[in-house]
């Protein structure tokens, strides 16, 4: 009896497996981009150490090989506020003609939260509209593109949704293409750098990424007034080649930089951080560029699994960069604890009764005089 009873204890404990599970901030796969790359609040760089800042989650990669260099919990899911920008500039610039006229309506004027000046019955090209919402962040001229582009805002979120996906944006979902705070929306400093990264590649997007100064007419068409690039990294940074700059009263100051210099094009993403989150990127692309040769890749931004894209002349597009591994399993070996807990959750249900079978064996082995003397 004693040995069966043991033997049904050491098949639970087998059944279960060792004490190690995977992390919460994992997938399947493990995390997306590599191993060391998860929502923890810890600083990873390999080679040499990053200034402090204050950003609760940042990242900073190198957009040629993809090559993630230094990162604070990227996969943490935080409010973009304007950031998401960039995601939105991905789905609608394929799509529209920047020619196409665009008149202004009631609802693109009337639209919360920053505006570019966009006024009910003035006429707008595509082009200028895609300049509004990049140089001064214009949720009116978000709303303006999205409306013109067939199914309106409810398609463009759709869309954008499935674009992330597609890039292996998996901390990234969109209920507001503005970027404004909503229930449900959210992405990561790692996602970020992926929007970057495609935009980037897109001539168009990296235009008016970098764009300083635009005009935009007033109402009743008389004369324009100045706009100003929001990113003040183009103003004061060698190699800027800015991106978009984003803040909400609940995502606080969330960035997107980038610039080039001596061969290289880096790329850092900030989220959930105060004011003097420019000085803060400022500080991580400079140590970048200065340690560039010292470092060691901590991560990589993941290239999409998608069918051969063919140029306008129907050739093959250039393949991916190699080195853009794919996520592999990582095993996180977990505290007495948590090795506790996921025991109990993975230890079959008919394994409980061990405990119990195992004390009601006991005291019916034990002596009969024993139990005579209780009565």
């Known amino acids: 009896m004693r040995l069966l009873l043991t033997a049904c204890a050491t098949t639970a404990l087998a059944v279960a497996g060792p004490l190690t599970a995977t992390a919460a901030d994992q997938g399947p796969q493990g995390p997306v981009g590599g191993e060391l790359l998860t929502a923890k609040p810890t600083v990873i760089a390999d080679g040499a150490a990053p200034p402090a800042v204050q950003a609760s989650a940042y990242v900073v990669a190198d957009l040629d090989t993809g090559q993630v260099l230094a990162a604070k919990a990227p996969h943490a899911k935080l409010r973009p506020a304007s950031t998401l920008k960039t995601l939105t500039a991905l789905v609608l610039l394929p799509r529209l003609k920047k020619t196409d006229p665009v008149v202004g309506s009631d609802a693109d004027a009337g639209i919360i939260g920053s ?133 909400t009263t609940l995502a606080r100051n969330t960035f997107v930089g980038a610039a080039r210099r001596n061969g290289h094009t880096l790329v850092v993403t900030m989220m959930n951080a105060p004011h003097g989150i420019t000085e803060d990127a400022s500080n991580l692309l400079t140590w970048t560029f200065a340690n560039y040769g010292k470092l060691k ?77 209780r009565h």
Not at 131 to 144: E, I, K, P, T, Y
Request: charged share 20%.
């Open 115 to 247: 505006k570019v000046g966009v006024y009910p019955g003035l006429h707008y090209t595509v082009d200028l509209l895609f300049q509004g919402m990049f140089l001064a962040s214009g949720n009116d001229a978000v709303h303006a593109l999205c409306a013109h582009d067939q199914g309106g805002i409810p398609a463009t979120i759709q869309r954008m949704n499935t674009k992330a996906k597609e890039i292996g944006a998996l901390d990234t979902h969109v209920t507001d293409p503005t970027g404004l705070d909503a229930d449900g929306q959210y992405s990561s400093a790692y996602d970020l750098a992926l929007f970057a990264q495609a935009g980037l590649a897109r001539p168009d997007f990296a235009k008016y990424a970098s764009t300083k100064f635009t005009n935009f007419p007033n109402a009743g068409n008389k004369g324009t007034y100045q706009v100003a690039n929001q990113n003040k990294l183009l103003f004061n940074y060698d190699g800027a080649l800015g991106v978009k700059t984003g803040y």
């Open 297 to 373: 890749p901590v991560g990589t931004l993941v290239k999409a699994d998608a069918p051969p894209k063919t140029t306008t002349q129907g050739k093959p597009a250039d393949k991916p960069a190699s080195g853009t591994a794919r996520p592999q399993r990582s095993r996180t070996v977990l505290s007495p604890g948590q090795a506790v807990q996921s025991l109990a959750f993975r230890v079959p249900v008919w394994a409980y009764a061990g405990p119990p079978v195992l004390l009601l064996g006991l005291f019916l082995r034990r002596p009969r005089t024993l139990r005579r003397r």
